[in-house]
């Protein structure tokens, strides 16, 4: 979150809302209201979650916004529900047996202070 806020701010956002959820679709639709309020001019959101994009999609349609035309939504995780929201959720697809792999490994080896990059992937639906 803390580069994607800066990359904005370098790009000429200023101020850059972030509203915080707990990664249910619950979460997402309050998240969403809340930005709606301190943000009402707001057309693109990106959600930590494919979960809470699910939720921020169905606040943007309940407040009489269309997606995308009006506010493009990009998810993160490439999950199930990403290809049954509707419109079907842009998102960002990182390799979640790879994760457990090198996570399960580093646990094992007692290794500190390594910090892996995994190779993510964007996944281009109908929602941006």
Same mark, same amino acid.
């Given at each position: 979150?803390?580069?994607?806020?800066?990359?904005?701010?370098?790009?000429?956002?200023?101020?850059?809302?972030?509203?915080?959820? !707990?990664?249910? %679709? @619950?979460?997402?639709?309050? *998240?969403?209201?809340?930005?709606? /309020?301190?943000? $009402?001019?707001?057309? #693109? +959101?990106?959600?930590?979650? !494919?979960?809470? %994009? @699910?939720?921020?999609?169905? *606040?943007?349609?309940?407040?009489? /916004?269309?997606? $995308?035309?009006?506010? #493009? +939504?990009?998810?993160?995780? !490439?999950?199930?529900? @990403?290809?049954?929201?509707?419109?079907?959720?842009?998102?960002? /697809?990182?390799?979640?047996?790879?994760? #457990?792999?090198?996570?399960?490994?580093?646990?094992?080896?007692?290794?500190?202070?390594?910090?892996?990059?995994?190779?993510?992937?964007?996944?281009?639906?109908?929602? #941006?």
């Amino acid at each position: 979150m803390e580069g994607l806020v800066r990359t904005l701010q370098a790009a000429g956002a200023p101020d850059v809302p972030v509203a915080y959820g !707990d990664f249910t %679709a @619950a979460s997402g639709t309050h *998240a969403m209201q809340w930005l709606l /309020r301190h943000a $009402p001019g707001l057309d #693109a +959101v990106f959600v930590a979650s !494919d979960l809470m %994009a @699910a939720g921020a999609i169905q *606040a943007l349609r309940r407040a009489g /916004r269309k997606v $995308p035309a009006d506010v #493009a +939504v990009i998810g993160f995780d !490439d999950a199930p529900v @990403a290809r049954h929201t509707v419109p079907a959720l842009t998102t960002i /697809r990182q390799p979640v047996e790879e994760l #457990a792999t090198v996570a399960t490994r580093l646990l094992l080896t007692g290794a500190s202070g390594v910090d892996p990059v995994l190779p993510t992937e964007l996944v281009v639906r109908e929602s #941006a």
